[in-house]
């Protein structure tokens, strides 16, 4: 167990939330949420109970990839608001008792950085080497065999200079070249710019695939027992990812963090594709990453027994004094809502009991509180370059779509008469407003989900133990005295040997009942019985 009394350990016992800024609130009319719209929302955020935030990116970016291609990491783009905004919702969040993750992109920058605009004007320009240039082979073909993840080569030739420049995701997104020490003294200045503002920590993008192979040796071709992406593209990432000198630059990072009281976080996209990797961004416990979303998790399906293996599996694998993180939707991924649940309440619940419930620091995703599903677009409404790329592949605007406060025109998200950035959902079904004060409903349940765990030291930071249950159940026990059942099927279930009082149900008319030996749970309903 860890100590939730240690103020540098603030971010373990509870809740965080992630925030896509452009789709979160808007207020200023444009269609596009912002940070005053934000900040118009941190009462609900401090209602919820959270302790910390994460927001996509709000740095200069001409959006190719929506955010994720930074031509300045020390600006906030106009479109969002100002530094003092930004400045603003940190003061703000703070006096709620919530602390703003912001999001590095250290893999790439936008190919209008005035970096790569420095670098495009010659072989010896000052930041030519800040990317990976390759010459072409002797048939004037790119360098390696290497693809980008949003499809076709990860090589674009630049005529002027005669050589390659590699992207990993789209061309306007060129790889930096962490090989240099001068891209490491740059981030490490645009690390201390936003901690010393009071930033307290970083989601940190792709970190797994920052550094490449010195020699951008060929990738082996795929097999089939690959992730189904790599036998996609038909090559292993092997050279371009994973590399082992990424876990050096987060130790760089991690010792910066320890220099800050509280140190400031470090939370990564680990998005590998095996636990084992997972586990080695820990470092040995303490001088890595402070947590890696775990995607094997995320990408599970809603079954008790593939769940219950990947959790047990992180357990089992994390390092002494490592702690795990759980997600259920981001903006990449289809949202928990639809992907795990149908669409269906009762399952939303399910889900958000699970994720409040393990060991570890959840990450909700804006709309999860809510239940909200899926947007649906047409191809003519997608902006999102994987959607475009791949189409009928949904790509990744579904999940971006705003979210949905009230059942009046706009959804509360924009004014009525505006057009949002990307569609709105039909506000009337599925909102926040609606919700409010019905004890049935997912956001009274995500509420009362969030202070159980938050009142109870077993369940914000107790270990972890399974216990032998049917099929189609999994049900472990949090700390000394926290039991959580899940029926994950379409059949009752009695859980034998069980307890205590019900301290919080997805059903909530059994809240604040009696257990003596014996708890039946209806179809799909989950609950946590304490001691
Ligand atoms: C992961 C981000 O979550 C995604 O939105 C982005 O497209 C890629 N990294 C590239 O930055």
């Known amino acids: 167990m860890s100590d939730q009394t240690d103020p540098?350990?603030?971010?373990?016992?509870?809740?965080?939330?992630?925030?896509?800024?452009?789709?979160?609130?808007?207020?200023?009319?444009d269609g596009i949420g912002d940070l005053p719209g934000i900040i118009s929302k941190l009462d609900h955020l401090a209602r919820l109970g959270v302790v910390g935030v994460w927001i996509s990116p709000v740095t200069c970016s001409p959006n190719r990839d929506w955010g994720?291609?930074?031509?300045?990491?020390?600006d906030v783009d106009p479109s969002f608001g100002t530094l003092e905004d930004l400045d603003t919702l940190v003061r703000e969040a703070g006096t709620r008792g919530i602390r703003i993750l912001m999001d590095l992109v250290p893999n790439h920058t936008s190919d209008q950085h005035a970096w790569f605009v420095d670098a495009l004007s010659g072989r010896d320009a000052r930041h030519r080497d800040y990317y990976v240039w390759a010459d072409p082979k002797a048939d004037g073909s790119p360098p390696n065999?290497?693809?980008?993840?949003?499809?076709?080569?990860?090589w674009k030739f630049h005529e002027p200079s005669g050589q390659f420049y590699l992207h990993n995701f789209e061309a306007g997104q060129p790889d930096l070249n962490w090989w240099n020490e001068d891209v490491h003294r740059e981030f490490d200045e645009i690390i201390r710019f936003w901690w010393d503002r009071g930033v307290a920590g970083f989601r940190i993008d792709v970190c797994n695939m920052m550094i490449k192979d010195k020699e951008l040796r060929d990738n082996p071709p795929a097999t089939e027992d690959d992730p189904i992406e790599q036998q996609f593209m038909g090559v292993r990432y092997v050279y371009n990812s994973d590399r082992p000198e990424a876990h050096d630059i987060l130790k760089r990072w991690r010792s910066i963090s320890d220099s800050y009281r509280p140190p400031r976080l470090l939370i990564g996209e680990t998005n590998v594709d095996t636990l084992e990797k997972l586990a080695e961004f820990y470092g040995a416990g303490r001088d890595e990453l402070h947590g890696g979303f775990n995607f094997q998790f995320m990408a599970a399906p809603f079954e008790a027994a593939t769940l219950r293996a990947v959790v047990e599996g992180t357990e089992a694998l994390l390092p002494p004094g490592a702690w795990p993180t759980w997600h259920g939707s981001n903006h990449d991924f289809s949202r928990l809502a639809t992907r795990w649940a149908g669409g269906e309440p009762a399952k939303v619940?399910?889900?958000?009991?699970?994720?409040?419930?393990?060991?570890g620091t959840p990450f909700l995703y804006q709309g999860d509180e809510i239940g909200q599903v899926d947007g649906i677009l047409t191809k003519e409404q997608l902006l999102d370059p994987v959607g475009l790329r791949f189409y009928p592949y949904a790509g990744r605007d579904q999940a971006r779509t705003?979210?949905?406060?009230?059942?009046?025109e706009g959804g509360g998200f924009t004014e009525p008469g505006v057009t949002p950035w990307l569609p709105l959902a039909d506000p009337t079904a599925c909102n926040v407003a609606d919700q409010e004060g019905d004890p049935s409903s997912v956001l009274e349940f995500c509420r009362r989900a969030i202070a159980v765990r938050t009142a109870r030291d077993d369940l914000a930071i107790g270990d972890y133990r399974s216990l032998e249950t049917p099929e189609s159940t999994w049900a472990y026990v949090r700390g000394e005295g926290a039991t959580v059942l899940l029926n994950m099927g379409d059949e009752p279930v009695t859980?034998?040997?069980?307890?205590?009082?019900?301290?919080?149900?997805?059903?909530?008319?059994?809240?604040?009942s009696n257990i003596e030996g014996a708890l039946t749970l209806g179809p799909w309903i989950g609950a946590v019985v304490v001691r």
């Open 402 to 408: 705003p979210m949905v406060w009230h059942g009046g």
């Open 495 to 512: 859980f034998e040997g069980v307890g205590g009082t019900v301290a919080l149900a997805t059903d909530h008319g059994l809240e604040g």
């Open 145 to 154: 065999n290497w693809v980008s993840i949003f499809g076709g080569p990860a």
């Open 349 to 359: 619940k399910l889900a958000l009991l699970v994720l409040l419930t393990l060991r």
């Open 8 to 29: 540098d350990r603030w971010w373990q016992g509870g809740v965080f939330y992630q925030i896509y800024p452009r789709s979160y609130a808007d207020s200023n009319g």
């Open 68 to 74: 994720y291609d930074v031509s300045d990491y020390c």
